[in-house]
C-alpha cells in the first residue's frame, strides 16, 4: 500500500518529555510537512523540509524539532520546550517537479498530555 | 498579508439542495487554489485544484480575482458529501499551502 504512514495513531506525553512522531513515505516525494491540526484552525505549519539533510521552519516551529536524513522519513519530536502539545499531528509530502503543490496526507498522530 | 478565510464552520443542508462552500483569499501575486476534503475516518484529500478545471464528485470552483474567491459548488448535494472541507492557497514557489479554517458540510437526508 503506497503511500504516507504515520505512527503512532496515538501517543501520550508526560510533563517534561520529548516524544518523537514518525512519519514514512514510499511516493520518492521530495518535500514533506508536518502540521499541527486544532479545532477551528485549520492546518499550520511547524515544519517542512524540501530535500534531504535540509529543513526550515514553518508558522509555529517553536517547541518542535525534526530531522531529514533520508528521503522517505521525516520525523518531529515535540520536545518538553511546547508547552501545549496536545494537538492532531498530520505528516504531509509532494513532489517538487512540475510545479504541482498537491500534498498527500497520512492519517496522523493524535497526541496528548498525561 | 497572506491569508484563507472560509466564513463558515458548519453547513448544513438538505440532500439535493445546492451547495456552496465559501472560501476567499488575500494573497498578492497569482494565486493557486484548492479544495481539500477529509471524510470521515479517512485521510485529507485533494478534491479540485482551480487550474485544472474540472469537475470531481459533482463538485466544481471557479477562481474570481475580483472577488478573490475560489468558492466551491455543487448543484445537487447528497449524503456522502458529508465531510470537512479546506481551501489552501499555495504560497509563492517553495510548495507551502495557507490553509482555511475548514467548514463542515452536513448533508441532511
Known amino acids: 500500500d503506497g503511500g504516507i504512514t504515520q505512527s503512532p495513531k496515538y501517543l501520550f506525553r508526560k510533563e517534561g518529555q520529548n516524544v518523537t512522531l514518525s512519519c514514512e513515505q514510499n511516493l520518492n516525494h521530495d518535500a514533506m510537512y508536518w502540521y499541527r491540526q486544532d479545532p477551528g484552525q485549520g492546518l499550520r505549519l511547524i515544519y517542512y523540509s524540501q530535500i534531504v539533510n535540509d529543513f526550515q521552519k514553518g508558522d509555529i516551529a517553536e517547541g518542535y524539532s525534526v530531522s531529514r536524513e533520508k528521503k522517505e522519513s521525516f520525523p518531529l519530536t515535540v520536545t518538553s520546550a511546547q508547552k501545549n502539545p496536545t494537538a492532531f499531528y498530520l505528516c504531509?509530502?509532494?513532489?517538487?517537479?512540475?510545479?504541482?503543490?498537491?500534498?498527500?496526507f497520512g492519517a496522523g498522530t493524535r497526541l496528548s498530555v498525561l | 498579508a497572506q491569508r484563507v478565510t472560509q466564513p463558515e464552520k458548519l453547513l448544513s443542508v438538505f440532500k439535493g439542495a445546492p451547495v456552496e462552500l465559501k472560501c476567499n483569499y488575500s494573497y498578492s501575486g497569482s494565486p493557486e487554489l484548492f479544495w481539500y476534503v477529509q471524510y470521515s475516518r479517512q485521510r485529507l484529500q485533494l478534491l479540485l485544484r482551480?487550474?485544472?478545471?474540472?469537475s470531481i464528485k459533482g463538485f466544481t470552483a471557479d477562481l474570481n480575482k475580483g472577488e478573490t474567491s475560489f468558492h466551491l459548488k455543487k448543484p445537487f448535494a447528497q449524503e456522502e458529501d458529508s465531510a470537512m472541507y479546506y481551501c489552501?492557497?499555495?504560497?509563492?514557489?517553495?510548495?507551502?499551502?495557507?490553509w482555511g479554517a475548514g467548514t463542515k458540510l452536513i448533508i441532511k437526508p
Open positions: 489552501a492557497l499555495a504560497r509563492g514557489s517553495n510548495y507551502q499551502l495557507i
Open positions: 482551480h487550474i485544472s478545471r474540472e
Open positions: 504531509a509530502s509532494s513532489t517538487t517537479s512540475g510545479g504541482k503543490n498537491i500534498q498527500y
